[in-house]
Protein backbone atom coordinates (compact mmCIF):
# COMPACT_ATOMS: atom_id res chain seq x y z
CA UNK A 1 0.00 0.00 0.00
CA UNK A 2 3.09 2.16 0.50
CA UNK A 3 3.90 2.18 -3.17
CA UNK A 4 0.29 3.22 -3.73
CA UNK A 5 -0.32 6.02 -1.97
CA UNK A 6 2.78 8.19 -2.97
CA UNK A 7 6.10 5.87 -2.17
CA UNK A 8 7.19 6.10 -6.25
CA UNK A 9 4.89 8.59 -7.00
CA UNK A 10 5.84 11.97 -6.31
CA UNK A 11 5.13 15.60 -6.15
CA UNK A 12 7.38 18.40 -6.90
CA UNK A 13 7.17 22.51 -7.57
CA UNK A 14 8.28 23.66 -10.82
CA UNK A 15 9.48 27.72 -9.13
CA UNK A 16 11.44 30.20 -9.84
CA UNK A 17 14.14 30.77 -6.61
CA UNK A 18 16.91 32.86 -6.42
CA UNK A 19 16.29 33.93 -10.07
CA UNK A 20 16.48 30.37 -11.47
CA UNK A 21 14.22 27.88 -12.56
CA UNK A 22 14.36 24.93 -10.20
CA UNK A 23 11.99 21.76 -8.89
CA UNK A 24 11.56 21.28 -4.90
CA UNK A 25 9.54 19.22 -3.22
CA UNK A 26 6.15 19.19 -2.13
CA UNK A 27 5.39 18.60 2.02
CA UNK A 28 4.50 15.57 2.85
CA UNK A 29 2.00 14.77 5.57
CA UNK A 30 1.07 11.18 7.15
CA UNK A 31 2.28 9.81 4.11
CA UNK A 32 0.38 12.32 1.49
CA UNK A 33 1.95 15.08 0.03
CA UNK A 34 0.51 18.60 0.80
CA UNK A 35 0.50 20.86 -2.02
CA UNK A 36 0.14 23.60 0.07
CA UNK A 37 3.40 23.36 1.05
CA UNK A 38 6.82 22.52 -0.50
CA UNK A 39 10.49 22.40 1.06
CA UNK A 40 13.21 25.23 0.89
CA UNK A 41 16.32 24.88 2.47
CA UNK A 42 14.81 22.47 4.24
CA UNK A 43 12.21 24.85 5.44
CA UNK A 44 8.36 24.64 4.74
CA UNK A 45 6.91 27.69 2.57
CA UNK A 46 3.54 28.45 1.00
CA UNK A 47 3.78 26.69 -2.47
CA UNK A 48 1.77 29.80 -4.20
CA UNK A 49 3.70 31.06 -7.21
CA UNK A 50 4.88 27.81 -8.88
CA UNK A 51 3.59 24.73 -11.31
CA UNK A 52 2.96 20.99 -9.99
CA UNK A 53 4.59 18.23 -11.56
CA UNK A 54 4.21 14.53 -10.61
CA UNK A 55 7.41 11.59 -10.77
CA UNK A 56 7.51 8.46 -11.37
CA UNK A 57 9.36 5.61 -12.82
CA UNK A 58 7.27 3.18 -15.19
CA UNK A 59 8.43 0.38 -17.21
CA UNK A 60 12.07 1.06 -16.19
CA UNK A 61 11.81 5.01 -17.66
CA UNK A 62 10.88 8.06 -15.27
CA UNK A 63 7.96 9.60 -16.01
CA UNK A 64 7.30 13.72 -15.24
CA UNK A 65 4.35 15.30 -16.08
CA UNK A 66 2.75 19.07 -15.07
CA UNK A 67 -0.38 18.85 -13.40
CA UNK A 68 -1.57 22.30 -12.90
CA UNK A 69 -0.74 25.54 -10.82
CA UNK A 70 -3.13 24.90 -7.41
CA UNK A 71 -2.75 22.71 -4.78
CA UNK A 72 -6.29 20.95 -5.23
CA UNK A 73 -5.06 20.01 -8.88
CA UNK A 74 -2.29 18.84 -7.87
CA UNK A 75 -3.61 17.01 -5.04
CA UNK A 76 -6.41 15.30 -7.30
CA UNK A 77 -3.60 14.21 -10.25
CA UNK A 78 -1.48 12.62 -7.88
CA UNK A 79 -4.34 10.44 -6.41
CA UNK A 80 -5.86 9.66 -9.81
CA UNK A 81 -2.22 8.56 -10.58
CA UNK A 82 -1.77 6.12 -7.72
CA UNK A 83 -4.89 4.70 -8.84
CA UNK A 84 -3.60 4.44 -12.20
CA UNK A 85 -0.05 2.73 -10.92
CA UNK A 86 -2.61 0.73 -8.82
CA UNK A 87 -4.84 -0.80 -11.42
CA UNK A 88 -7.54 0.39 -9.89
CA UNK A 89 -8.09 3.46 -12.53
CA UNK A 90 -8.28 2.96 -16.34
CA UNK A 91 -6.57 5.58 -18.42
CA UNK A 92 -8.78 7.58 -20.65
CA UNK A 93 -6.51 8.01 -23.22
CA UNK A 94 -2.48 7.66 -24.21
CA UNK A 95 -2.51 12.04 -23.24
CA UNK A 96 -4.31 11.81 -20.47
CA UNK A 97 -2.29 8.60 -18.90
CA UNK A 98 0.92 10.59 -20.04
CA UNK A 99 -0.37 14.12 -18.83
CA UNK A 100 0.23 15.98 -22.24
CA UNK A 101 -3.67 16.88 -22.60
CA UNK A 102 -2.28 20.84 -21.91
CA UNK A 103 -2.76 22.48 -25.82
CA UNK A 104 -0.01 24.68 -26.80
CA UNK A 105 -3.16 26.51 -27.93
CA UNK A 106 -4.51 26.20 -24.71
CA UNK A 107 -1.57 27.56 -22.96
CA UNK A 108 -1.39 30.81 -24.75
CA UNK A 109 -4.87 31.59 -23.99
CA UNK A 110 -4.56 31.10 -20.26
CA UNK A 111 -1.00 33.10 -20.56
CA UNK A 112 -2.76 35.86 -22.28
CA UNK A 113 -5.61 36.04 -20.03
CA UNK A 114 -3.12 36.75 -17.28
CA UNK A 115 -1.37 39.79 -19.17
CA UNK A 116 -4.54 41.34 -20.38
CA UNK A 117 -5.58 41.22 -16.29
CA UNK A 118 -2.37 42.22 -15.07
CA UNK A 119 -0.63 44.47 -17.78
CA UNK A 120 -1.39 47.32 -20.27
CA UNK A 121 -2.88 46.72 -23.67
CA UNK A 122 0.10 47.21 -25.75
CA UNK A 123 1.96 44.76 -23.70
CA UNK A 124 -1.03 42.54 -24.28
CA UNK A 125 -0.99 43.25 -28.18
CA UNK A 126 2.76 42.74 -28.44
CA UNK A 127 2.71 39.35 -26.71
CA UNK A 128 -0.23 38.28 -28.41
CA UNK A 129 2.12 39.01 -31.58
CA UNK A 130 4.59 37.01 -30.55
CA UNK A 131 3.00 34.20 -29.68
CA UNK A 132 1.12 33.99 -32.61
CA UNK A 133 4.50 34.10 -34.84
CA UNK A 134 5.93 31.25 -32.45
CA UNK A 135 2.50 29.11 -33.15
CA UNK A 136 3.20 29.86 -36.62
CA UNK A 137 6.24 28.09 -36.70
CA UNK A 138 5.51 25.49 -34.29
CA UNK A 139 3.87 21.63 -35.33
CA UNK A 140 3.73 20.40 -32.57
CA UNK A 141 0.44 20.42 -30.27
CA UNK A 142 1.24 19.41 -26.55
CA UNK A 143 3.53 21.87 -24.41
CA UNK A 144 4.96 18.42 -23.01
CA UNK A 145 6.46 17.66 -26.31
CA UNK A 146 8.33 20.88 -25.76
CA UNK A 147 11.97 20.95 -25.00
CA UNK A 148 14.95 22.93 -25.81
CA UNK A 149 14.97 22.17 -29.50
CA UNK A 150 11.76 24.66 -30.15
CA UNK A 151 13.82 27.86 -28.31
CA UNK A 152 16.69 27.32 -30.49
CA UNK A 153 14.47 26.74 -34.10
CA UNK A 154 13.23 30.25 -33.36
CA UNK A 155 16.33 32.29 -32.26
CA UNK A 156 17.24 30.30 -36.39
CA UNK A 157 13.81 31.35 -37.60
CA UNK A 158 14.18 34.54 -36.31
CA UNK A 159 17.60 35.01 -38.18
CA UNK A 160 16.23 34.12 -41.59
CA UNK A 161 13.21 36.84 -40.60
CA UNK A 162 13.52 40.17 -42.57
CA UNK A 163 10.93 42.82 -41.76
CA UNK A 164 10.59 45.75 -44.33
CA UNK A 165 14.32 44.26 -46.00
CA UNK A 166 16.08 44.27 -42.82
CA UNK A 167 17.55 41.48 -40.52
CA UNK A 168 15.40 41.34 -37.49
CA UNK A 169 17.15 42.97 -34.43
CA UNK A 170 18.72 40.17 -32.03
CA UNK A 171 17.29 41.68 -29.08
CA UNK A 172 13.76 40.92 -30.60
CA UNK A 173 14.32 37.60 -31.23
CA UNK A 174 15.33 37.11 -27.82
CA UNK A 175 12.47 38.75 -26.45
CA UNK A 176 10.05 36.40 -28.46
CA UNK A 177 12.14 33.57 -27.15
CA UNK A 178 11.79 34.83 -23.56
CA UNK A 179 8.08 35.35 -24.16
CA UNK A 180 7.38 31.71 -25.35
CA UNK A 181 9.41 30.45 -22.58
CA UNK A 182 7.74 32.42 -19.79
CA UNK A 183 4.23 31.23 -21.69
CA UNK A 184 4.80 28.06 -21.88
CA UNK A 185 6.42 27.51 -18.33
CA UNK A 186 3.52 29.24 -16.36
CA UNK A 187 1.77 26.11 -17.85
CA UNK A 188 3.56 23.56 -17.32
CA UNK A 189 5.84 22.84 -19.88
CA UNK A 190 9.63 22.13 -18.25
CA UNK A 191 12.25 23.79 -21.54
CA UNK A 192 15.41 23.67 -19.99
CA UNK A 193 18.41 25.89 -21.49
CA UNK A 194 22.08 25.13 -21.71
CA UNK A 195 24.35 27.84 -20.50
CA UNK A 196 25.42 29.51 -23.97
CA UNK A 197 22.64 29.22 -25.64
CA UNK A 198 20.98 32.36 -25.54
CA UNK A 199 23.03 34.62 -28.53
CA UNK A 200 24.69 37.51 -27.57
CA UNK A 201 23.55 41.00 -28.42
CA UNK A 202 25.22 44.10 -29.29
CA UNK A 203 24.55 47.17 -27.13
CA UNK A 204 24.33 50.03 -29.47
CA UNK A 205 25.49 53.36 -28.64
CA UNK A 206 22.60 56.00 -27.34
CA UNK A 207 21.48 57.58 -30.69
CA UNK A 208 20.35 61.36 -30.41
CA UNK A 209 19.61 64.24 -33.02
CA UNK A 210 22.29 66.45 -33.63
CA UNK A 211 21.54 70.57 -33.27
CA UNK A 212 21.87 71.18 -36.85
CA UNK A 213 18.97 68.06 -37.49
CA UNK A 214 17.01 69.71 -35.31
CA UNK A 215 17.09 73.33 -36.26
CA UNK A 216 16.11 71.88 -40.38
CA UNK A 217 13.60 69.47 -38.90
CA UNK A 218 11.67 72.08 -36.61
CA UNK A 219 11.94 74.74 -39.59
CA UNK A 220 10.21 72.16 -41.78
CA UNK A 221 6.95 72.03 -39.79
CA UNK A 222 3.91 72.98 -40.35
CA UNK A 223 2.60 75.42 -36.95
CA UNK A 224 0.34 72.30 -35.81
CA UNK A 225 3.14 69.82 -36.29
CA UNK A 226 5.74 71.64 -34.16
CA UNK A 227 3.96 72.15 -30.52
CA UNK A 228 4.09 67.97 -30.79
CA UNK A 229 8.16 67.41 -31.77
CA UNK A 230 8.76 70.03 -29.02
CA UNK A 231 6.63 68.17 -26.42
CA UNK A 232 8.60 65.00 -27.12
CA UNK A 233 11.92 66.81 -27.24
CA UNK A 234 11.54 68.57 -24.23
CA UNK A 235 9.88 66.43 -21.54
CA UNK A 236 11.50 62.94 -22.74
CA UNK A 237 7.71 61.62 -23.04
CA UNK A 238 7.14 58.25 -25.16
CA UNK A 239 4.70 57.67 -28.19
CA UNK A 240 1.89 56.98 -26.06
CA UNK A 241 2.31 59.85 -23.27
CA UNK A 242 2.44 62.58 -25.85
CA UNK A 243 -0.66 60.97 -27.48
CA UNK A 244 -2.49 61.03 -24.06
CA UNK A 245 -1.72 63.64 -23.12
CA UNK A 246 -4.98 65.56 -21.62
CA UNK A 247 -4.84 69.46 -20.90
CA UNK A 248 -5.17 68.36 -17.40
CA UNK A 249 -2.01 67.09 -17.44
CA UNK A 250 -0.74 70.32 -18.34
CA UNK A 251 0.48 72.38 -14.36
CA UNK A 252 0.28 76.07 -16.07
CA UNK A 253 2.25 77.73 -12.96
CA UNK A 254 4.42 75.33 -12.00
CA UNK A 255 5.40 74.49 -15.64
CA UNK A 256 5.38 70.63 -15.74
CA UNK A 257 3.79 67.76 -17.77
CA UNK A 258 2.59 64.75 -16.00
CA UNK A 259 1.70 61.51 -16.77
CA UNK A 260 -1.00 59.66 -15.63
CA UNK A 261 -3.24 56.74 -16.07
CA UNK A 262 -6.45 57.61 -18.25
CA UNK A 263 -8.72 54.11 -18.13
CA UNK A 264 -10.68 55.62 -20.33
CA UNK A 265 -7.93 56.07 -23.18
CA UNK A 266 -7.01 52.47 -21.90
CA UNK A 267 -3.29 54.08 -21.09
CA UNK A 268 -1.88 52.95 -18.43
CA UNK A 269 1.47 54.50 -17.78
CA UNK A 270 4.31 51.97 -18.22
CA UNK A 271 5.77 50.64 -14.79
CA UNK A 272 2.45 51.82 -13.08
CA UNK A 273 4.63 55.31 -12.64
CA UNK A 274 3.07 58.21 -12.91
CA UNK A 275 5.04 60.76 -12.56
CA UNK A 276 5.69 64.97 -13.57
CA UNK A 277 8.62 66.97 -15.52
CA UNK A 278 9.63 70.00 -15.66
CA UNK A 279 9.27 71.96 -19.06
CA UNK A 280 10.54 75.19 -20.49
CA UNK A 281 7.70 78.04 -19.53
CA UNK A 282 8.00 78.23 -23.11
CA UNK A 283 6.39 75.61 -23.88
CA UNK A 284 3.88 76.10 -21.53
CA UNK A 285 3.00 79.52 -22.96
CA UNK A 286 2.82 77.80 -26.78
CA UNK A 287 0.73 75.25 -25.11
CA UNK A 288 -1.38 77.69 -23.71
CA UNK A 289 -2.03 79.41 -27.02
CA UNK A 290 -2.85 76.10 -28.24
CA UNK A 291 -5.42 75.47 -25.60
CA UNK A 292 -7.29 78.73 -26.77
CA UNK A 293 -8.20 77.28 -30.05
CA UNK A 294 -9.33 73.55 -28.77
CA UNK A 295 -12.10 71.82 -27.86
CA UNK A 296 -10.82 68.34 -27.21
CA UNK A 297 -9.70 67.24 -23.77
CA UNK A 298 -6.67 66.04 -25.22
CA UNK A 299 -3.62 68.30 -26.31
CA UNK A 300 -3.10 66.13 -29.31
CA UNK A 301 -6.02 64.89 -30.75
CA UNK A 302 -6.69 62.85 -33.94
CA UNK A 303 -6.60 65.58 -36.86
CA UNK A 304 -10.20 66.00 -38.40
CA UNK A 305 -10.39 63.85 -41.40
CA UNK A 306 -11.02 66.32 -45.01
CA UNK A 307 -13.82 64.71 -46.84
CA UNK A 308 -15.18 62.70 -44.00
CA UNK A 309 -16.66 64.81 -40.84
CA UNK A 310 -17.65 61.41 -38.46
CA UNK A 311 -13.56 60.32 -38.56
CA UNK A 312 -11.48 61.83 -35.79
CA UNK A 313 -13.84 63.37 -33.57
CA UNK A 314 -11.04 65.36 -31.46
CA UNK A 315 -11.04 63.38 -28.50
CA UNK A 316 -9.16 59.87 -29.88
CA UNK A 317 -5.39 60.14 -29.67
CA UNK A 318 -3.50 61.21 -32.92
CA UNK A 319 -1.99 57.57 -33.93
CA UNK A 320 0.29 58.88 -36.81
CA UNK A 321 2.75 60.49 -34.67
CA UNK A 322 5.54 58.54 -36.09
CA UNK A 323 4.51 58.37 -39.50
CA UNK A 324 3.93 62.31 -39.31
CA UNK A 325 7.72 62.52 -38.04
CA UNK A 326 9.00 60.73 -40.61
CA UNK A 327 7.61 62.83 -43.25
CA UNK A 328 8.55 66.08 -41.88
CA UNK A 329 12.15 64.22 -41.30
CA UNK A 330 11.79 63.75 -45.54
CA UNK A 331 10.17 67.48 -46.33
CA UNK A 332 13.34 68.79 -44.04
CA UNK A 333 15.72 66.76 -46.49
CA UNK A 334 16.87 64.83 -43.33
CA UNK A 335 16.65 61.07 -44.48
CA UNK A 336 19.74 59.41 -45.16
CA UNK A 337 19.37 58.14 -48.90
CA UNK A 338 20.24 54.43 -48.05
CA UNK A 339 17.89 52.69 -46.26
CA UNK A 340 15.62 50.71 -48.80
CA UNK A 341 12.98 47.46 -48.56
CA UNK A 342 9.43 47.01 -49.46
CA UNK A 343 6.13 47.35 -47.51
CA UNK A 344 2.32 46.48 -47.81
CA UNK A 345 -0.74 48.42 -48.84
CA UNK A 346 -4.38 48.19 -50.13
CA UNK A 347 -4.75 48.54 -53.81
CA UNK A 348 -5.93 47.88 -57.18
CA UNK A 349 -5.26 44.83 -58.70
CA UNK A 350 -6.88 44.21 -61.98
CA UNK A 351 -9.85 45.81 -60.06
CA UNK A 352 -9.83 44.17 -57.28
CA UNK A 353 -8.75 45.58 -54.19
CA UNK A 354 -6.30 43.06 -51.95
CA UNK A 355 -2.59 43.38 -50.60
CA UNK A 356 -0.13 44.95 -52.67
CA UNK A 357 3.36 44.97 -52.08
CA UNK A 358 5.54 48.41 -53.31
CA UNK A 359 9.05 48.86 -53.13
CA UNK A 360 10.97 52.52 -51.61
CA UNK A 361 14.11 53.87 -51.04
CA UNK A 362 13.64 56.62 -48.18
CA UNK A 363 15.37 59.48 -50.35
CA UNK A 364 11.68 59.44 -51.92
CA UNK A 365 10.12 58.07 -49.26
CA UNK A 366 9.23 58.65 -45.63
CA UNK A 367 10.45 55.58 -44.14
CA UNK A 368 13.94 56.33 -43.09
CA UNK A 369 14.80 54.49 -40.12
CA UNK A 370 17.49 57.12 -38.91
CA UNK A 371 14.22 59.35 -37.82
CA UNK A 372 11.97 57.65 -34.87
CA UNK A 373 10.52 59.03 -32.15
CA UNK A 374 11.73 57.40 -29.35
CA UNK A 375 15.17 59.49 -30.49
CA UNK A 376 13.53 62.44 -29.22
CA UNK A 377 13.17 61.01 -25.85
CA UNK A 378 17.25 59.77 -25.80
CA UNK A 379 18.26 63.31 -27.01
CA UNK A 380 16.18 64.88 -23.91
CA UNK A 381 17.88 62.28 -21.37
CA UNK A 382 21.20 63.15 -22.68
CA UNK A 383 21.22 66.66 -22.94
CA UNK A 384 19.59 67.02 -19.48
CA UNK A 385 21.57 64.74 -18.14
CA UNK A 386 24.52 67.39 -17.73
CA UNK A 387 22.29 69.68 -15.64
CA UNK A 388 20.56 67.07 -13.06
CA UNK A 389 22.06 63.86 -11.32
CA UNK A 390 21.13 60.10 -12.66
CA UNK A 391 18.64 59.75 -10.16
CA UNK A 392 16.69 62.94 -11.02
CA UNK A 393 16.65 61.64 -14.77
CA UNK A 394 15.43 58.05 -13.52
CA UNK A 395 12.31 59.90 -12.20
CA UNK A 396 12.25 61.88 -15.14
CA UNK A 397 12.04 59.32 -17.52
CA UNK A 398 10.14 57.19 -15.38
CA UNK A 399 12.40 54.21 -15.80
CA UNK A 400 12.01 51.57 -12.97
CA UNK A 401 15.79 50.28 -13.11
CA UNK A 402 18.31 52.58 -12.76
CA UNK A 403 20.35 50.62 -14.89
CA UNK A 404 18.13 51.29 -17.99
CA UNK A 405 19.09 55.04 -16.89
CA UNK A 406 22.84 54.61 -16.81
CA UNK A 407 22.72 53.79 -20.45
CA UNK A 408 22.72 57.60 -20.68
CA UNK A 409 25.35 58.24 -18.15
CA UNK A 410 27.89 56.14 -20.74
CA UNK A 411 26.28 58.33 -23.68
CA UNK A 412 27.77 61.30 -21.91
CA UNK A 413 31.08 60.48 -20.85
CA UNK A 414 32.07 59.58 -24.14
CA UNK A 415 31.12 63.01 -25.16
CA UNK A 416 32.83 64.12 -22.73
CA UNK A 417 35.66 62.54 -23.93
CA UNK A 418 35.51 63.64 -27.26
CA UNK A 419 35.89 67.48 -26.23
CA UNK A 420 38.61 65.94 -24.18
CA UNK A 421 40.45 64.51 -27.59
CA UNK A 422 39.48 67.63 -29.25
CA UNK A 423 41.70 70.03 -26.99
CA UNK A 424 44.49 67.30 -26.19
CA UNK A 425 48.01 67.80 -27.90
CA UNK A 426 47.58 64.65 -30.38
CA UNK A 427 44.89 66.63 -32.27
CA UNK A 428 47.69 68.81 -33.19
CA UNK A 429 49.11 66.36 -35.30
CA UNK A 430 46.87 65.79 -37.30
Known sequence: MDSIFGHRINLKQYRRLNGKWQFVPVVKQNGKPNPKLVLINGEPVSSKGGTFYLDWREGGKRLTRPVGNSPREALDAWQLQCGLSNGDVEPEDEHAQNGTQVT?????????????ATKGDRTYKEYSRHLQWFRARCPKRYISELDRSDAMKMFAQGREERADGQALNQKTIN?????????????GAVIELRKGDWP????????????????????????????IFQVFLCAGFREREVATLTWADVQWKEGKLAVSAKPDLGFTPK???ERTVPVPMSLIAALRERKKASNSLLVFPTLPHPTRPDYGAGNKPDGRLLPLCKEIALRAGLNCG??????TVYALNK??????????????????????????????????????????????????????????????RLDQLRERIESSALAAYV
Open 338 to 343: HCKGEY
Open 271 to 273: SYE
Open 351 to 412: GVLGKVKRTYKCDKSPRCSNWYLHKFRHTFATNILQSVDIRSLQVMLGHKNIATTEKYLKSL
Open 175 to 187: KRVIIMLGAMRSQ
Open 200 to 227: KTIEKKVEIYQPEELTRFFAACKPDERL
Open 104 to 116: IDKAIEKFLIDIK
